[in-house]
Nanobody
């Protein structure tokens, strides 16, 4: 079994910063890409940023230049540094890991429970 636990969400003023963390737990042997998604009220879940096991990254156009994704592969952890936050960044942010291999078998994808980010003055 594998679990993803996000942390770091909260209330921040426009222009502020937050750093989200997502830690995977379990008897993990390998993990492919990890990413952050978000879902605002009344909207579909969308990709924010992703990073492969080799370190390649991609970002949604709306966050390019403001958000940075990184990972600590040894600790099965992914981070999202969010700067210059805007009210439209308000959403529940979810972490996802793909192609996770644990001692009991493979998982195609695993999702975290989400952490709320609110950008408001």
């Amino acid at each position: 079994q594998v679990q993803l636990v996000e942390s770091g969400g909260g209330l921040v003023q426009p222009g502020g910063s937050l750093r989200l963390s997502c830690a995977a737990s379990g008897r993990i042997l390998s993990m492919n890409a990890m990413g952050w998604y978000r879902q605002a009220p009344g909207k579909e879940r969308e990709l924010v940023a992703a990073i492969t096991s080799g370190g390649s990254t991609n970002y949604a156009d709306s966050v390019k230049g403001r958000f940075t994704i990184s990972r600590d592969s040894a600790k099965h952890t992914v981070f999202l540094q969010m700067n210059s936050l805007k009210p439209e960044d308000t959403a529940v942010y979810y972490c996802k890991a793909t192609k996770v291999l644990v001692t009991t078998g493979p998982y195609l994808e695993v999702w975290g429970q989400g952490t709320l980010v609110t950008v408001s003055s």
